[in-house]
């Protein structure tokens, strides 16, 4: 069976090549076979992840992508590069994500995410999350936790409950260029104004 060239690359870890120029010369050939792209494996994270009782997060997927929330600023582009992949965690708990770009990342962590079971579990999913990850880190702790709910009820100066009114929640998250809110979500109030937001991850949300 003929394979590609690229197949030993596409089996390792994620790699990137370093920015390379290359310049065409008109000749009286206009091809050019003899060019050489060097891959390297990137950068890389390194944690632990683990649900509540201690126990190792064993066959779950941890993964990686830019965090948006540091999109400003000089460099962002060149850093967005590399942005995202991903590593199963091993027996002991331990993960290593490779092929990543200068960052910084936001790390993820579910019970959605890998376990063949967990498509057929109905119990709330466990989840994880850990913003502004820099590369190189070799001990980062990620603690599986039931998803966060924000209830509540909308009054008016009297007390009297508000019907109907469309809310907005927001997580708040400081950015290099200040704060940034993200994972922006909306919610009715019912009857009696009262309101829910699901789903939630840990961290700091602003309502209006």
Avoid: Y
Wanted: net charge negative; hydrophobic share 35%; with cysteine.
């Amino acid at each position: 069976m003929q394979t590609s060239p690229f197949t030993r690359a596409a089996a390792e870890p994620s790699q990137t090549s370093a920015p390379t120029r290359i310049s065409v010369v008109p000749s009286s050939s206009a091809d050019s076979d003899d060019q050489l792209l060097i891959l390297e494996t990137g950068k890389s994270i390194e944690g632990v992840a683990k649900f509540p009782s201690g126990a190792p997060a064993k066959g779950l997927i941890v993964r990686a992508s830019f965090d948006i929330s540091h999109i400003g600023g000089p460099g962002a582009m060149a850093a967005s590069r590399g942005a995202c992949n991903e590593a199963e965690v091993q027996a002991d708990g331990s993960f290593k994500i490779q092929g990543l770009g200068s960052g910084p990342f936001t790390l993820r962590v579910s019970t959605d995410f890998g376990l063949e079971q967990s498509s057929s579990n109905s119990e709330p999913a466990l989840v994880a999350r850990l913003d502004g990850v820099r590369t190189g880190q070799t001990s980062v702790e990620l603690v599986l936790h039931p998803s966060a709910a924000l209830r509540g009820i909308c009054l008016d100066d009297l007390g009297n409950p508000i019907q109907g009114e469309t809310l907005h929640c927001a997580r708040i998250v400081p950015g290099s260029l200040g704060n940034v809110r993200l994972d922006q979500k909306r919610a009715t109030t019912g009857p009696d104004g009262s309101f829910s937001f699901d789903q939630l991850t840990a961290g700091t949300w602003g309502i209006s």
